[in-house]
Each structure stands twice: as C-alpha cells, then as structure tokens.
C-alpha cells in the first residue's frame, strides 16, 4: 500500500517570496507521483506529474517539484509567488502497475500575503 | 467541452435520512472516481467505477454506495446519515484506460448532516 505525507497543513507566504511545499510517500513499489492544486469552492487540478525521465518537472505557471527517490520525497517549489497561488495543494501517489487509485495527502494550504 | 458537472452543489440532511449525489463526467470519459474530503482527512477514495463495473473501492462502510450508468453518469447514496459523512464530496472522471492518467474533478457536493 502506499501513503502520502504532507509535512505542512497550513504555509503563509509573502508575496515575491519563494516557497517549497514538502511532500513525502512511502511505498514498497515504484510509483508515479502528482500535484493537484484547489484554488476555492473549487475541485482539484493537475498541477504537475512525474512518471519518468527527468526528476525535476515543471508546471506552466512557474511551479516545478523534483522527485528524489533516496529520500521519497516530491516536493513542490516556485521561486516567486503571487496572490493568485493562494489555495490547497495536494501530493498524490499511485503505483506504475495495477488499477489501483490516486492516494493523496491531508494538503497544505499555501496563503500568499501582499 | 463541458468540465465534470456535480449536483447539487451543497445539501442539508438531518441524521438516519439517506442522500444522493449525481456526476455527469467529461464527454467521452468512461470512469468516475469519487472522494470525500474533510478538513482533518483530506481526500479518502471512496469508490471507482469503469463501465458501469466498480473497479476499485476504498475503505468506507456499506452506508456508502455507487453505480454508473450507461452513459457513464454515476451516482453515489449514503444511507442512514450520520453526522460525520458532513463533507465534500468530490466526483473525477478520466478516460479510463490507465487508473493514474490525469483526473478531471468537479466542484464537488458540500454535504451537512445535521
């Protein structure tokens, strides 16, 4: 089975300031790992993806996440944040083989303070 | 093309009722994924359906049921309501063919039992 831990519940940031949102899973098989973004009364986005290939994958909107198998972890970075980034992420995992679910994370709450 | 489309949008029940929640998927998308979130839990998979067949469910009592239709709408009830099933409820549809391809959700069903 697999599990997503998400380090933060709640991340306040100023704006134009950097912010990393940390994500770490445990699972016994290879994975493939998400980021999903809730802006209010909203439902989920996909944000980005990691499946293969290069460990540091971006979004269009300036957000990228680098996976790092040693450590487990996926965590999500932007250099410069804006008001419009305030919302709930969340981190996701689901293995390579299987018709097994998306298992995502409790979520951080990233608010951008002007 | 019209996005996942969730009704209603928010109910109020009062505890032993039962209740149902309608999905209407992403043209040409044949599964449905539901999820209940709170804010202590995040996002816990309820139950996936693919062609009318569930194809995964999670770990929530037999109060909670689905199905789909033909035209790939899908249905959720919860019978005898307590006052812990007060949550959103989140419907996403994808094409199917790969359980990890990307997840189409919809704004969700705001539930209060009361």
């Known amino acids: 089975a697999q599990s997503v831990t998400q380090l933060d519940s709640q991340v306040p940031v100023f704006e134009e300031a950097p912010v990393e949102l940390r994500c770490n899973y445990s699972?016994?098989?290879?994975?493939?790992l998400f980021w999903y973004v809730q802006y209010p009364n909203q439902g989920l986005q996909l944000l980005l993806k990691?499946?293969?290939?290069?460990?540091l994958v971006e979004s269009i909107n300036g957000f990228e996440a680098e996976f790092n198998k040693s450590q487990t972890s996926f965590h999500l970075r932007k250099p410069s944040v804006h008001i419009s980034d305030t919302a709930e992420y969340f981190c996701?995992?689901?293995?390579?083989?299987?018709?097994?679910?998306?298992?995502f994370g409790k979520g951080t709450r990233l608010s951008v303070i002007a | 093309k019209a996005g996942v489309t969730q009704t209603p949008r928010y109910l109020i029940k009062t505890r032993g009722q039962q209740v149902t929640l309608s999905c209407s998927p992403i043209?040409?998308?044949?599964?449905v994924s539901w999820y209940q979130q709170t804010p202590g839990q995040g996002l816990q998979f309820l139950f996936e359906?693919?062609?009318?067949?569930?194809?995964n469910k999670g770990n929530f009592p037999g109060r909670f049921s689905g199905r789909q239709f033909s035209n790939s709408r899908s249905e959720m009830n919860v019978s005898t309501l307590e006052l812990g099933d007060s949550a959103l409820y989140l419907c996403?549809?994808?094409?199917?063919?790969?359980?990890?391809?990307?997840?189409?959700f919809g704004s969700g069903t705001q539930l209060s039992v009361l």
């Open positions: 359906y693919f062609s009318e067949t569930q194809r």
């Open positions: 699972s016994s098989v290879s994975v493939y």
């Open positions: 043209s040409g998308h044949r599964s």
């Open positions: 996403a549809s994808s094409l199917g063919q790969i359980i990890h391809e990307k997840l189409f």
């Open positions: 990691y499946l293969s290939g290069s460990t």
């Open positions: 996701a995992v689901s293995p390579l083989s299987g018709n097994t679910p998306l298992v």
